[in-house]
């Protein structure tokens, strides 16, 4: 157990919906992570937070949006959901910095968009 | 082209195997190396981490960094049954980001 928490575990939903995941860091942690992992791209890099400041972006669709909470858990949008959109979307804290290579994974939400 | 390769397998090997998993990568400014194990319907979690070039042992894991072929292995050594997990390769610049960026991951099954 990382220590890194996600809700929920499993959803499923129509496309055109909107859905939001949740991840609470471990404590302590300033850093929030939102990564995608899907069958054909494998795991990418969405989004970045820093104690509840945006810090990196990666190739994260305009749809989809996220923000830190003054408690640092962090909350991931969806929207106008598509069939691709299904995916796990995993959550990753760290606690050295900003720059931090050592990132403690959730269990992941798998979404599945019908 | 993608920036980290990796081969997804799967690679079979018999317990006791000495285990080979490589990336290739073309991004000259990745500085931190990671090789993440991911159990199925899990999370990644770090196995290791290399800075720059060199290798890197933890028992039976050795890392490996070639920067000038821009090629990353991670060896197992006697490798047993709980090792067979998914295996991702990761890599991040020395920005102050966590950006990492993932290989697609090669899946490992040890047999008894």
């Known amino acids: 157990d990382s220590g890194v928490t996600q809700t929920p575990k499993h959803l499923i939903t129509a496309t055109g919906q909107r859905v939001t995941l949740r991840c609470s860091p471990r404590s302590g942690d300033l850093s929030v992570y939102w990564y995608q992992q899907s069958l054909d791209q494998g795991l990418q890099f969405l989004i970045q937070y820093y104690n509840g400041e945006e810090r990196a972006k990666g190739n994260i669709l305009e749809r989809f949006s996220a923000q830190q909470f003054p408690d640092l858990h962090s909350e991931l949008n969806l929207s106008s959901l598509e069939l691709g959109d299904s995916a796990l979307y995993f959550c990753?804290?760290?606690?050295?910095?900003?720059?931090?290579?050592?990132?403690?994974f959730g269990p992941g939400t798998r979404l599945t968009v019908t | 082209q993608k920036e980290v390769e990796q081969d997804p397998g799967p690679l079979s090997v018999p317990e006791g195997a000495i285990v080979s998993l490589n990336c290739t990568y073309s991004n000259s400014a990745f500085q931190y190396f990671m090789w993440y194990r991911q159990y199925s319907r899990k999370g990644p979690e770090l196995l290791m981490y290399?800075?720059?070039?060199g290798n890197k042992e933890d028992g039976r894991f050795t890392a490996q960094v070639d920067k000038s072929s821009k090629y990353i292995s991670l060896f197992i050594r006697d490798s047993q049954p709980s090792d067979s997990a998914t295996y991702l390769c990761a890599m991040k610049s020395s920005s102050n980001t966590g950006k990492l960026i993932f290989g697609q991951g090669t899946t490992l099954q040890v047999k008894p």
């Open positions: 990753a804290s760290s606690t050295h910095g900003t720059g931090a290579y050592e990132q403690y």
């Open positions: 290399t800075y720059s070039s």
